[in-house]
C-alpha cells in the first residue's frame, strides 16, 4: 500500500514540476512594470497570573517585523518577498551594564525570508493562477490551515509550496502541495513529510461563500514509523441582513503505522488510527441602530478519540488534530498562540458594539468541557474577557483587553486536552487565571 502511495505522489509531483517548467518558460519575457514596497510591525505586552498551587508570573513584550516588496510585471507576473523578524524584548540587548561592555548582536535566527514566491495569473489566456515559493496557506476561517497571527506569540506561518488555482467570479478551486520536512538522503516522494490539499469555494451567492476541502498529510520521515491522514470538510459562511454566520464540519481518518503493542514481550503492532469529528459554528446578530451592537454564540466540538482501554492492546482512535489552525477559543487553554486545543466542547457568547467609528468592545464568555473524560470528570472551566480596539488612523491600532479564567476542574481530573488532545491541561480545583495584553499594530 505504502508503495502504491510512493508511487502516486511521485506522478503528481512530476506533473506539478512539469507546469512549472511550462510556466517559467512563459514568464521568461516579462518585464518589470512596477514595484511596492510595505511592512508591519505588531508590539504587544502580555502578562499571565496563573494561581495553580505555585503562583506563577509571566509577563514579556513581543515584537514581529515584516517588510516586504512586490514587483509586478508584464503578463499577470508578480513576485512577492517577504521579511520577517520575531524578538521578545531584551533578547538580543547589545551591552553589560555592569562592566560597561558593548559587544556584538549575538542571535542566530532574527530575520528569515517569511515569503518568497513568483504568482502568474490569467496563464495562457485561463483563471489559471500558479504561485511557487515559500507562502502562507490561509483558507476560509483559518479552521485548519491559517498564518498564525492570533493573540499572543504571533510568530507567523509560511509553506514551502506549490499553488495552482483556478479562479472565476462563481468559484475558486487551489490545489496545493507544500514540504513539511525533507529528508537529502531519500527519493523524491518518500522519507519527508508532506501536505497535500484541494480547496474548493463557491462564490455565486451574494455575500456567501460554500467551501469543500481535501486535506492530506504523509509523515513517513521515521522509516520505522508512517503517520497519513485525511481531513475532508464543509464549510458555509456568510451574512443575510443583520445575520452573519460561519459554520464548518470535518472529518478526520488516517492511521498511525509502526506503534508498538502494549504485550511485554513485544509482540504485536497497536492499531493507532484517526476517525475523529470536528465542528465549529458562529452565529451572530448585528442590529441596526447607534453603537451597532452584535450579539454572537459560539459552539465547537473537537473528537477526543477513543482512547485504549486495555492493558495489553495499546490500539486507540486519535483525537482530531487541527493541523495548522489559527482559531483560539482561550487566552489559556490554547496554551498562547499554540491553537491546539481538542478532545474538548467550547460554548460562547458574546456581545460587541461601537461607541464611536474608531472604537469597538467585546465582551465575550466561554464554557469548556473536555469530551472523552478519561474516566474523570471533564469539567474544564469558564473565561470571561473583555477586549477594546482603538483605529487610531486607517494604519495604525490599539488593543487591550484582560480575560479572567474560573476552574471547575477537580484535583483527581486528568484533562487530555492540550497539544490537539494528547497532553494533560493541568487545571486544578479552584484555579484562577488572569491575563492582560496591550498592543499597537501599524502597516504600510
Not at 26 to 50: F, P
Not at 160 to 178: E, G, H, K, M, P
Not at 230 to 254: I, N, S
Not at 334 to 339: H, S
Request: hydrophobic share 40%; net charge negative; glycine share 10%.
Amino acid at each position: 500500500m505504502r508503495k502504491r502511495e510512493n508511487t502516486y505522489m511521485r506522478t503528481m509531483k512530476m506533473i506539478v514540476l512539469a507546469a512549472l517548467v511550462l510556466t517559467l518558460g512563459g514568464i521568461a519575457t516579462a518585464e518589470l512594470q512596477n514595484v511596492e514596497v510595505g511592512g508591519k510591525l505588531h508590539i504587544r505586552g502580555n502578562y499571565w497570573s496563573l494561581d495553580d498551587g505555585q503562583d506563577q508570573e509571566i509577563s514579556f513584550y513581543e515584537q514581529r517585523t515584516q517588510l516586504n516588496v512586490k514587483a509586478d510585471f508584464t503578463d499577470n507576473v508578480t513576485a512577492f518577498m517577504e521579511l520577517d523578524s520575531y524578538d521578545i524584548w531584551g533578547e538580543d540587548f547589545r551591552s553589560n551594564y555592569f562592566t560597561g561592555a558593548d559587544g556584538r548582536q549575538a542571535s542566530t535566527d532574527d530575520v528569515e525570508f517569511y515569503q518568497a514566491y513568483v504568482e502568474a495569473r490569467e496563464m495562457w489566456g485561463t483563471p489559471l493562477m500558479m504561485r511557487v515559493g515559500r507562502q502562507e496557506l490561509v483558507f476560509g476561517s483559518e479552521f485548519l490551515l491559517g498564518n498564525n497571527d492570533t493573540e499572543a506569540l504571533f510568530r507567523g506561518l509560511s509553506f514551502d509550496a506549490i499553488r495552482l488555482a483556478y479562479v472565476t467570479d462563481a468559484f475558486r478551486v487551489d490545489v496545493f502541495t507544500a514540504k513539511l520536512a525533507e529528508n537529502l538522503l531519500s527519493d523524491f516522494a518518500s522519507d519527508n513529510i508532506d501536505l497535500y490539499g484541494v480547496y474548493g469555494s463557491y462564490l455565486g451567492i451574494e455575500d456567501v461563500v460554500i467551501d469543500a476541502y481535501w486535506l492530506y498529510l504523509v509523515d513517513d520521515l521515521n522509516n520505522d514509523e508512517t503517520l497519513d491522514f485525511h481531513t475532508v470538510g464543509l464549510r458555509g459562511a456568510g451574512k443575510m441582513g443583520g445575520f452573519d454566520f460561519d459554520v464548518e464540519v470535518a472529518y478526520q481518518f488516517g492511521e498511525w503505522d509502526g506503534q508498538p503493542s502494549a504485550c511485554p514481550f513485544g509482540f504485536g503492532e497497536a492499531d493507532v488510527e484517526y476517525g475523529a469529528w470536528a465542528v465549529n459554528a458562529d452565529l451572530g446578530y448585528t442590529f441596526d441602530v447607534a453603537w451597532q451592537p452584535r450579539v454572537s454564540a459560539q459552539f465547537a466540538w473537537y473528537d477526543g478519540g477513543d482512547p485504549d482501554e486495555s492493558i495489553w492492546s495499546n490500539d486507540r482512535e486519535l483525537p482530531f488534530n487541527r493541523l495548522f489552525s489559527d482559531k483560539e477559543y482561550s487566552y489559556f487553554l490554547d496554551n498562547a498562540g499554540a491553537a491546539n486545543l481538542s478532545n474538548v466542547f467550547v460554548y460562547g457568547l458574546a456581545i460587541e458594539a461601537m461607541p464611536t467609528e474608531a472604537v469597538s468592545l467585546k465582551l465575550a464568555g466561554k464554557y469548556f468541557d473536555a469530551d472523552e473524560d478519561y474516566g474523570t470528570d471533564g469539567d474544564l472551566g469558564w473565561e470571561l474577557s473583555l477586549v477594546g480596539k482603538y483605529n487610531y488612523t486607517e494604519d495604525l491600532a490599539f488593543r487591550a483587553g484582560y480575560a479572567h479564567f474560573f476552574s471547575t476542574a477537580d484535583d483527581n481530573d486528568v484533562q487530555v486536552v492540550a497539544n490537539n488532545g494528547l497532553a494533560n491541561a493541568g487545571i486544578a480545583d479552584d484555579d484562577d487565571y488572569d491575563y492582560v495584553f496591550a498592543e499597537m499594530m501599524i502597516s504600510f
